[in-house]
Nanobody, 123 residues
């Protein structure tokens, strides 16, 4: 059973940056990812990363967010640059099931969630 703990959320001015961290323990997962839930919206996938480092991003964050992982430290990160007010929400770390060796950052693939860390981007 994997456990996930996020940290690094906070308030930032639009255009600023934040770096989220996710510490995980337990059996390693082939896929891991970040999701967010903005006020009044459904939870959505933001970025995913496979155990070999291959990554994918939602179109809305492509070019602004960077997902990375340090297996030696059992940690995953989300560097968020050029933040916009619409990036506001609670960000969740997740362990994902792979499908055919491919990682999909979708709700149906989630095996375990962290409790989330809030991000507020002020315009």
């Amino acid at each position: 059973q994997v456990t996930l703990v996020e940290s690094g959320g906070g308030s930032v001015q639009a255009g600023g940056s934040l770096r989220l961290s996710c510490e995980f323990s337990g059996d390693p997962y082939y896929c891991m990812g970040w999701f967010r839930q903005s006020p009044g919206k459904l939870r959505e996938g933001v970025a995913g990363i496979a155990i070999d480092g291959r990554s994918s991003y939602a179109e809305s964050v492509q070019g602004r967010f960077t997902i990375s992982k340090d297996n030696g430290k059992n940690s995953m990160y989300l560097k968020m640059d050029s933040l916009k007010p619409e990036d506001t929400g609670v960000y969740y770390c997740a362990a994902l099931l792979a499908s055919g060796g491919v990682c999909y950052t979708i709700l149906d693939a989630v095996e375990a969630w962290g409790r989330g860390t809030p991000v507020t981007v002020i315009s």
